[in-house]
């Protein structure tokens, strides 16, 4: 699925920091680059800072823990001035990931202390419950007691004072990603879901359960695109809380 961009678009004012260059940040970096924007990001590697650095993004070494700071000169060089921030990184595996919260309240401390004016965050579809119904945001509240670590985590940002905005996203599909995973290791499957099914199925697999209506505007975000892992195409959707709505992201 190819997405076109808008045939004119102002650049978006300010600096836009991507804290965490990865699947989906990289391409997303590349995205607000062409769209004008002053992009600057972060990735665990010295590789991955040049790489980003090579393409124009003001890259910088970061690697969150817990004890991070949010004064940190890392942070800082991240966030002083920015606009914007976009939080995309995934939570790791066992008793790390039941730490998720702790390892990204810092970053929200320190876009608080910046001034920073939007926080958008990439969270998954996998916070709601696994039940046969129509889901809303009622069904999967932020809480900082909740089960969820996704959803512990989602709640510690918003503690932080910066307008949030979060993007569950569902399964996400591409380079290195085959739709076919989604179904991997399964006995019984739905007419809806089978693969022969095309349409269907990447409307299943690149579903995103919202998207941010307000600062980045939609032309801005359908440049993810081009020689990167991901493309994007957005579709107008309702969601049940502010500055939600839903969405289809796919990476093809």
């Not at 965050?121 to 809303?136: E, I, K, L, R």
Request: one cysteine or more.
């Amino acid at each position: 699925m190819t997405a076109e961009p808008a045939a004119t678009s102002a650049p978006l004012s300010g600096p836009v920091a991507v804290i965490g260059c990865g699947w989906v940040g990289w391409p997303l970096a590349r995205a607000l680059l062409v769209a004008g924007a002053e992009v600057r990001g972060s990735a665990t590697t010295p590789e991955k800072v040049a790489a980003l650095r090579a393409e124009g993004v003001a890259a910088t070494r970061l690697r969150l823990t817990p004890d991070t700071s949010p004064e940190s000169d890392e942070l800082t060089e991240l966030l002083r001035g920015a606009h914007r921030l976009v939080l995309t990184v995934p939570p790791g595996r066992g008793p790390e990931r039941e730490r998720y919260a702790e390892y990204l309240s810092p970053v929200a401390q320190a876009a608080a202390l910046h001034g920073v004016r939007q926080l958008i965050f990439t969270s998954s579809t996998g916070v709601y419950p696994n039940d046969p119904h129509v889901m809303t945001e009622s069904d999967a509240l932020a809480t900082p007691d909740s089960p969820s670590p996704l959803l512990r985590a989602e709640a510690a940002l918003a503690a932080a004072g910066v307008p949030l905005t979060v993007l569950r996203f569902a399964g996400l599909y591409g380079p290195g990603r085959p739709p076919g995973r989604f179904l991997a290791g399964r006995t019984e499957v739905g007419e809806g879901e089978r693969p022969s099914q095309p349409r269907a199925s990447r409307r299943l697999c690149g579903c995103g359960a919202a998207y941010a209506r307000r600062r980045f505007r939609r032309a801005d975000l359908q440049r993810l695109r081009g020689g990167a892992p991901a493309q994007a195409r957005l579709l107008p959707g309702s969601g049940a809380g502010a500055g939600t709505g839903s969405a289809l992201f796919c990476a093809a």
